[in-house]
C-alpha cells in the first residue's frame, strides 16, 4: 500500500487518509475519492490530499476485517457489516461467551495490521451485547499476511462462542440449626430467584431439613427423583471438610463428591457434586448475598450446560479475588455491612397524593384496611422489597398522609400541583430520584394486595442488559401494576400529562417489556366505597394474601 502526499489531480481512486474539508462540505476519513470530489476538492483551493492507495496483494481494511470475523465466529454470535476496517460480534442470546485465550493471542502476535479484541473467557453475557472486535488497523492488510491470520483461525476454530443459557428448574435444599430464622432463609431464596431469572430458570421445589447427613440426603434424593436439573443446597453451617454433613449428605443420597474448594473469594468453600446426572451444588455462605461471588460462576456454567470440573475450577484462580479482604489471614468478619449495592439499583416511588374524589368526603389512602392505613399497608410493601430507597409523593390531605406514615423510613416529595393528575406526581417524584438509579418501580398508595414479595418478584426480572426494561405485572392475561420503568425511559415519563400515567409507554416499547405473572393483587386498587368494601372482606375471609408486614424494622 502506498501512503503519502500527492497532488489533488492525482488523486482520483485513492483512499482519503484524514478528513478534508472543502467549501461544500468534507471529505470523510477513508473515502474513495471519486472525480466529482477532485472536482470540488480543487474548486475549493486544495491542491494536495494524504491518501492511500492500494497495490497488488493488498486487501481492503473492510474486506479484510469481514474475512477474518467470518472465520473466527462460532456458534450464536452475529456479525455487523464491516466499516472503517472493522467488524464487530454481537451474541445473539445470553449466555457465556468462550472465547480461546491463547489463540487470540497467536493471532494478534502475527502482524501490527491485524488485532482482535474480546471479552475475557467465560464472560455472562446479553442478547446483543458485543462480545469481540476485529479491526484492521492500515486502510489495507496484505494478502499473505490475511492468509496467516485466516490459518490461525481455521486451526483454532471456533476462537469465539456463546454458549446459551438453558431453561432449568432448579431444586432448594435449605438445612436449619437452632437460632436459623426463616427470615434468612426467605431471603436466601429470594436471591436465589433472582438469579436464576436473570439467567432464564426457575427454582422448583424447596425442603428445609436439620443439618445432618442423613436428612439432607433424603431431601436431595426427592429433588433428584422430581425431576430438578441442577440442586442447590445452602447448609446452616459452612462446608470445611469433604466429611462434613453436606457433602456426607450428597454421598448418602447415592451421589457423589466431584470438588471441594474453589480459588475464588468470597467463594472459596463451594462444593461440586452429583446424584446419578443431576449436578448439586453445596452454596459457599456468600451465595446467600446478590453480590458476584464463585457461586455464580458455577451456577452460570452449569445453567450454559458447561462442564465444570477440577480443571475448570483451578483456572478460575487468576481474576477470581473479586472484593478487598483487608483481615487476612483471619476469616471474614462478620460485621453488619452497608446494603448490597450490585446489580441494578431500584428505587420505589409510592404515589399517595391524588384527591379520592370518587370515595366522596373520604380519603380512601387513610381509611383503615387490615387494622392500618392503606397507605402505610402499600409503603410498608415497599419497604420490605429488595428497593433500595423508598420515596412518597404526597399531596391531598399531606400533613394527614404524613401522619399515617409515621415512623416509617421513607423520603417524602410534596407534588403541590396534584390537582392537575397523576402525571404531576410521577414528575415530582421522578425529579427526587438518585442520579445513579437504574430503574423505578412505580407503585399507587391504593392497591392493598401488594406485597413485597410482588415487588422483588419485578426487580428480580428486572435486567437492562438483557433488554427487559419495563416489567409489568399480569393475572389471567391481563396487565396490572406496580410497572418497573428502567431510568432509560425518564424523559418520557416526565413528559405524561394529565391522569392517564405512563401506559402509553408500555405499548409503545413492546420489545422492552417483560411480564410477571402475579395474583389478583396486581389489579385491585379501590376507588370506590364499594371496592374498599369489596377488599376488605377477601381480607377477612383469606382470599386476598397480602403478605406479614413487619413493622419494627421500618422504624
Given at each position: 500500500?502506498?501512503?503519502?502526499?500527492?497532488?489533488?489531480a492525482?488523486?482520483e481512486?485513492?483512499?482519503?487518509?484524514h478528513?478534508?474539508r472543502?467549501s461544500?462540505g468534507?471529505?470523510?476519513?477513508?473515502?474513495?475519492?471519486?472525480?466529482?470530489?477532485?472536482?470540488?476538492?480543487a474548486?475549493s483551493?486544495?491542491?494536495?490530499?494524504?491518501?492511500?492507495?492500494l497495490?497488488?496483494?493488498d486487501v481492503h481494511?473492510?474486506?479484510?476485517?469481514?474475512?477474518l470475523a467470518?472465520?473466527?465466529?462460532?456458534?450464536?454470535?452475529?456479525?455487523?457489516?464491516?466499516?472503517?476496517?472493522?467488524?464487530?460480534?454481537?451474541?445473539?442470546?445470553?449466555?457465556?461467551?468462550?472465547?480461546?485465550?491463547?489463540?487470540?493471542t497467536?493471532?494478534?502476535?502475527?502482524?501490527?495490521?491485524?488485532?482482535?479484541?474480546?471479552?475475557?473467557?467465560?464472560?455472562?453475557?446479553g442478547?446483543?451485547q458485543?462480545?469481540?472486535?476485529?479491526?484492521?488497523?492500515?486502510?489495507?492488510?496484505?494478502?499473505?499476511?490475511?492468509?496467516?491470520?485466516?490459518?490461525?483461525?481455521?486451526?483454532?476454530?471456533?476462537?469465539a462462542?456463546?454458549?446459551?443459557?438453558?431453561?432449568?428448574?432448579v431444586?432448594?435444599?435449605?438445612?436449619?440449626?437452632?437460632g436459623?430464622?426463616?427470615?434468612?432463609?426467605?431471603?436466601?431464596?429470594?436471591?436465589?430467584d433472582?438469579?436464576?431469572?436473570a439467567?432464564?430458570?426457575?427454582?422448583?421445589?424447596e425442603?428445609?431439613?436439620?443439618?445432618?447427613?442423613?436428612?439432607?440426603?433424603?431431601?436431595?434424593?426427592?429433588?433428584?427423583?422430581?425431576?430438578?436439573?441442577?440442586?442447590?443446597?445452602?447448609?446452616?453451617s459452612?462446608i470445611?471438610?469433604?466429611?462434613?454433613?453436606?457433602?456426607a449428605?450428597?454421598?448418602?443420597?447415592?451421589?457423589?463428591?466431584?470438588?471441594?474448594?474453589?480459588?475464588?473469594?468470597?467463594?472459596?468453600?463451594l462444593?461440586i457434586?452429583r446424584i446419578?446426572?443431576?449436578?448439586?451444588?453445596?452454596?459457599?455462605?456468600?451465595?446467600?448475598s446478590?453480590?458476584?461471588?464463585?457461586?455464580?460462576?458455577?451456577?452460570?456454567?452449569?445453567?450454559?450446560?458447561?462442564?465444570?470440573?477440577?480443571r475448570?475450577?483451578?483456572?478460575?484462580?487468576?481474576g477470581g479475588?473479586l472484593m478487598?479482604?483487608?483481615t487476612?489471614?483471619?476469616?471474614?468478619?462478620?460485621?453488619?455491612r452497608?446494603?448490597?449495592r450490585?446489580?441494578?439499583?431500584?428505587?420505589?416511588?409510592?404515589?399517595?397524593a391524588?384527591?379520592s374524589?370518587?370515595?366522596?368526603?373520604?380519603?380512601?389512602?387513610?381509611?383503615?384496611?387490615?387494622?392500618?392505613?392503606?397507605?402505610?399497608?402499600?409503603?410498608l410493601?415497599?419497604l420490605?422489597?429488595?428497593?433500595?430507597?423508598?420515596t412518597?409523593v404526597?399531596?391531598?390531605?399531606?400533613?394527614?398522609?404524613?401522619?399515617?406514615?409515621?415512623?416509617?423510613?421513607?423520603?417524602?416529595?410534596?407534588?403541590?400541583?396534584?390537582g392537575?393528575g397523576?402525571?404531576?406526581?410521577?414528575?415530582?417524584?421522578?425529579?427526587a430520584l438518585?442520579?445513579?438509579?437504574d430503574?423505578v418501580?412505580?407503585?399507587?398508595?391504593?392497591?392493598?394486595?401488594?406485597?413485597?414479595?410482588?415487588?422483588?418478584?419485578?426487580?428480580?426480572?428486572?435486567?437492562?442488559?438483557?433488554?427487559?426494561?419495563?416489567?409489568?405485572?399480569?393475572?389471567?392475561?391481563?396487565?396490572?401494576?406496580p410497572?418497573?420503568?428502567?431510568?432509560?425511559?425518564a424523559g418520557?415519563?416526565a413528559?405524561?400529562?394529565?391522569?392517564?400515567g405512563a401506559?402509553?409507554?408500555?405499548?409503545?416499547?413492546?420489545d422492552?417489556?417483560h411480564?410477571?405473572?402475579?395474583?389478583e393483587?396486581a389489579?385491585?386498587?379501590?376507588?370506590?366505597?364499594?371496592?374498599l368494601a369489596a377488599?376488605?372482606?377477601?381480607?377477612?375471609?383469606?382470599?386476598?394474601?397480602?403478605?406479614k408486614?413487619?413493622?419494627?424494622?421500618?422504624?
Amino acid at each position: 500500500m502506498k501512503f503519502g502526499a500527492v497532488p489533488v489531480a492525482r488523486a482520483e481512486g485513492a483512499i482519503s487518509a484524514h478528513s478534508v474539508r472543502h467549501s461544500q462540505g468534507v471529505i470523510r476519513k477513508g473515502q474513495v475519492l471519486l472525480a466529482k470530489d477532485i472536482e470540488v476538492l480543487a474548486n475549493s483551493g486544495i491542491r494536495e490530499i494524504v491518501v492511500a492507495r492500494l497495490e497488488k496483494g493488498d486487501v481492503h481494511e473492510d474486506k479484510a476485517a469481514t474475512l477474518l470475523a467470518e472465520a473466527l465466529g462460532g456458534a450464536n454470535l452475529r456479525l455487523d457489516p464491516a466499516a472503517t476496517g472493522r467488524v464487530n460480534l454481537f451474541a445473539r442470546c445470553g449466555g457465556i461467551f468462550q472465547c480461546d485465550a491463547s489463540a487470540i493471542t497467536r493471532l494478534n502476535r502475527i502482524d501490527e495490521a491485524i488485532t482482535l479484541a474480546s471479552l475475557p473467557p467465560f464472560a455472562r453475557v446479553g442478547p446483543e451485547q458485543m462480545v469481540a472486535t476485529v479491526k484492521i488497523i492500515p486502510y489495507a492488510v496484505r494478502e499473505r499476511t490475511l492468509e496467516r491470520a485466516l490459518s490461525v483461525a481455521k486451526k483454532y476454530a471456533p476462537m469465539a462462542a456463546v454458549a446459551p443459557f438453558r431453561a432449568r428448574r432448579v431444586g432448594v435444599v435449605a438445612t436449619r440449626v437452632e437460632g436459623t430464622s426463616d427470615k434468612m432463609l426467605e431471603k436466601t431464596r429470594r436471591v436465589l430467584d433472582q438469579r436464576l431469572t436473570a439467567l432464564g430458570s426457575v427454582s422448583g421445589q424447596e425442603i428445609r431439613c436439620r443439618h445432618e447427613a442423613g436428612e439432607i440426603g433424603r431431601a436431595a434424593a426427592a429433588l433428584a427423583a422430581s425431576g430438578h436439573d441442577l440442586i442447590v443446597i445452602f447448609g446452616a453451617s459452612a462446608i470445611i471438610d469433604r466429611r462434613d454433613m453436606v457433602p456426607a449428605g450428597i454421598r448418602a443420597a447415592g451421589g457423589v463428591v466431584e470438588d471441594f474448594g474453589m480459588p475464588v473469594d468470597p467463594g472459596n468453600l463451594l462444593l461440586i457434586g452429583r446424584i446419578g446426572a443431576v449436578p448439586v451444588i453445596g452454596a459457599p455462605g456468600c451465595a446467600r448475598s446478590p453480590k458476584e461471588n464463585g457461586f455464580d460462576w458455577v451456577l452460570q456454567r452449569l445453567l450454559a450446560d458447561l462442564p465444570v470440573k477440577r480443571r475448570d475450577v483451578t483456572a478460575m484462580g487468576a481474576g477470581g479475588l473479586l472484593m478487598e479482604i483487608p483481615t487476612r489471614p483471619r476469616p471474614r468478619a462478620e460485621t453488619e455491612r452497608a446494603p448490597d449495592r450490585e446489580g441494578p439499583r431500584v428505587a420505589a416511588l409510592v404515589l399517595a397524593a391524588g384527591r379520592s374524589r370518587r370515595m366522596g368526603a373520604a380519603n380512601k389512602l387513610l381509611e383503615d384496611f387490615g387494622g392500618m392505613p392503606l397507605v402505610r399497608r402499600a409503603v410498608l410493601a415497599a419497604l420490605e422489597s429488595r428497593a433500595e430507597t423508598v420515596t412518597v409523593v404526597t399531596g391531598h390531605m399531606e400533613k394527614e398522609v404524613r401522619k399515617a406514615l409515621g415512623g416509617l423510613k421513607v423520603a417524602f416529595v410534596h407534588n403541590g400541583d396534584y390537582g392537575d393528575g397523576l402525571s404531576t406526581s410521577l414528575q415530582a417524584g421522578l425529579a427526587a430520584l438518585a442520579p445513579d438509579c437504574d430503574g423505578v418501580l412505580v407503585c399507587l398508595g391504593d392497591m392493598p394486595g401488594i406485597s413485597a414479595a410482588l415487588l422483588d418478584s419485578l426487580i428480580a426480572a428486572f435486567s437492562p442488559q438483557n433488554g427487559r426494561l419495563i416489567i409489568v405485572p399480569t393475572y389471567r392475561g391481563k396487565r396490572g401494576n406496580p410497572v418497573l420503568f428502567s431510568t432509560r425511559f425518564a424523559g418520557d415519563l416526565a413528559s405524561v400529562k394529565g391522569d392517564v400515567g405512563a401506559r402509553h409507554l408500555i405499548g409503545a416499547n413492546a420489545d422492552a417489556v417483560h411480564e410477571v405473572e402475579a395474583n389478583e393483587a396486581a389489579l385491585l386498587d379501590v376507588d370506590t366505597p364499594e371496592a374498599l368494601a369489596a377488599a376488605r372482606r377477601k381480607l377477612e375471609s383469606g382470599e386476598l394474601q397480602t403478605g406479614k408486614k413487619h413493622e419494627g424494622s421500618h422504624e
